[in-house]
């Protein structure tokens, strides 16, 4: 009985440890197993949010480019648009100086006399009447008002002024279109 007795603890002993073997590699094969399953899942949440900022970052780049390009544009129309106002102010610049000068040749050569509105009660209580009357109307038999005439260099003079003033106007009025135009959306 002794044999018998030994030969069961044996298999005892030869089940124990083939089951303990068996329930340890399953459990160690489970827990392996566990441990990929959840570095898998934090690898893919890596990876999904790797994916997410650089898609973040690519849309944010993509808005960037998108917003210079606008603004490039708009830049672009208001080069244009100040330059036709700079073409536009050189022209009246040009045409104001052409009329000038024109103006000023005119007087030169007595084809044209400046003359000035003379206050006839002031001349008639001085008792002159020096003065170059206007052609009466058509329709009318009253003599115009009392005009006298400018000497040439006045008349000179007074168009250069005139000139200057003009072109400062001019210049004034380019100004606040170019402020207009740089300060407007």
Same mark, same amino acid.
């Given at each position: 009985?002794?044999?018998?007795?030994?030969?069961?603890?044996? *298999? %005892? /002993?030869?089940? $124990?440890?083939?089951?303990?073997?068996?329930?340890?590699?399953? =459990? !160690?094969? @489970?827990?392996?197993? +566990?441990?990929?399953?959840?570095?898998?899942?934090?690898?893919?949440?890596?990876?999904?949010?790797?994916?997410?900022?650089?898609?973040?970052?690519?849309? *944010? %780049? /993509?808005?960037? $480019?998108?917003?210079?390009?606008?603004?490039?544009?708009?830049? =672009? !129309?208001? @080069?244009?648009?100040? +330059?036709?106002?700079?073409?536009?102010?050189?022209?009246?610049?040009?045409?104001?100086?052409?009329?000038?000068?024109?103006?000023?040749?005119?007087?030169?050569? %007595?084809?044209?006399? $400046?003359?000035?509105?003379?206050?006839?009660?002031?001349?008639?209580?001085?008792?002159?009447?020096?003065?170059?009357?206007?052609?009466?109307?058509?329709?009318?038999?009253?003599?115009?008002?009392?005009?006298?005439?400018?000497?040439?260099?006045?008349?000179?003079?007074?168009?250069?002024?005139?000139?200057?003033?003009?072109?400062?106007?001019?210049?004034?009025?380019?100004?606040?279109?170019?402020?207009?135009?740089?300060?407007?959306?």
């Amino acid at each position: 009985m002794s044999l018998n007795w030994r030969i069961a603890l044996l *298999a %005892a /002993a030869v089940g $124990l440890y083939a089951g303990g073997r068996g329930a340890w590699v399953w =459990q !160690a094969s @489970e827990y392996g197993r +566990q441990l990929a399953d959840q570095a898998a899942g934090y690898v893919r949440q890596l990876a999904d949010k790797e994916q997410t900022y650089h898609r973040e970052r690519e849309e *944010a %780049a /993509a808005a960037a $480019l998108d917003q210079l390009a606008k603004q490039q544009t708009q830049r =672009q !129309a208001l @080069e244009v648009r100040l +330059q036709e106002q700079g073409k536009t102010h050189w022209q009246e610049m040009n045409d104001a100086q052409k009329t000038q000068a024109r103006l000023r040749d005119r007087l030169a050569t %007595a084809d044209l006399r $400046l003359s000035v509105l003379v206050d006839a009660g002031a001349f008639a209580a001085q008792g002159c009447d020096g003065g170059v009357r206007e052609t009466a109307g058509t329709g009318g038999l009253v003599h115009g008002a009392v005009r006298a005439q400018l000497d040439p260099a006045h008349a000179q003079r007074i168009i250069a002024i005139t000139d200057d003033g003009d072109r400062g106007l001019l210049a004034l009025t380019a100004c606040q279109a170019y402020v207009k135009a740089i300060s407007s959306p």
